[in-house]
């Protein structure tokens, strides 16, 4: 509870409606314009004034009231994907890749394909994971997704899985004779392994994006 400062009687804090600000200016000018008739010229000029800014304030109010929805909404759609992937059924399966691929370093491209595709769950639960980053990495990129909350809850796992399975993409996409498989999932790894947002190219860090000079990659 706030102490009242010497001399203080009484303190108020009172929310004033936008409506009513305007309703009230509104009644002010237009008994100045019927009541000062030898001013009605300086009058409608400042009518004319405060017009504009109204409109300037209102414009901004719109546009600043949108971006805190839109935020929320990223937000929203963020921790829905993140709940997904806490499910037990995908904790199971990145398990899974971590153990069963955990010597890829040591196998050439051709050799972590061959092992992988001839496991058929190994194979489904690689397609499965690869899938959801592609989603998200996608996201990210359209802006409908939060990046700073998901690096900071899978900059591990997305990096890990991405240095594992490098060389299953490269294989991949040599026999499908395309690079698009799974490109958005690699920019995105690749951009969090240099501790960059993909969305933007600035560094992450608890103080927000560093200076733009320093977002070469």
Same mark, same amino acid.
């Given at each position: 509870?706030?102490?009242? @400062?010497?001399?203080?009687?009484? +303190? ?6 936008? /409506? ?13 314009? /019927? ?22 304030? !209102? ?7 949108? +971006?805190?929805?839109?935020? +929320? #909404? +990223? ?45 058929? #769950? ?10 959801? &980053? ?8 359209? *802006? ?8 900071? *809850? ?8 991405? !240095?594992?399975? @490098? ?5 991949? @996409?040599?026999?499908?004779?395309? $690079?698009?498989?799974?490109?958005? &999932? ?16 600035? $560094?992450?860090? $608890?103080?927000? $994006? ?5 977002? !070469?990659?």
């Amino acid at each position: 509870m706030s102490r009242k @400062r010497v001399g203080q009687l009484l +303190r108020l804090n009172l929310s004033i409606p936008l /409506w009513l600000v305007v309703v009230s200016a509104a009644v002010l000018f237009l008994a100045a314009y /019927w009541f000062a008739r030898q001013q009605r010229e300086g009058i409608k000029f400042f009518g004319a004034v405060v017009a504009v800014a109204g409109a300037i304030y !209102s414009a901004y109010y719109v546009g600043a009231a949108l +971006r805190t929805r839109l935020d +929320r #909404d +990223r937000q929203e759609s963020t921790f829905r994907i993140l709940d997904q992937i806490e499910k037990v059924e995908f904790v199971e399966v990145r398990n899974f890749l971590e153990k069963e691929v955990e010597d890829h370093e040591n196998l050439s491209p051709a050799d972590l394909y061959k092992k992988i595709s001839q496991n058929k #769950d190994l194979d489904n639960a690689i397609t499965v994971v690869l899938n959801i &980053f592609e989603k998200i990495a996608i996201g990210v990129r359209h *802006d409908v997704l939060d990046e700073d909350i998901l690096y900071e *809850d899978l900059v591990l796992v997305v990096t890990k899985n991405y !240095s594992a399975l @490098r060389g299953y993409l490269e294989q991949l @996409r040599k026999i499908r004779n395309s $690079p698009l498989y799974y490109c958005e &999932f690699e920019k995105l790894a690749t951009f969090w392994q240099k501790g960059k947002r993909l969305g933007d190219g600035l $560094p992450f860090g $608890p103080l927000g $994006p560093a200076s733009p000079t320093d977002a !070469s990659i």
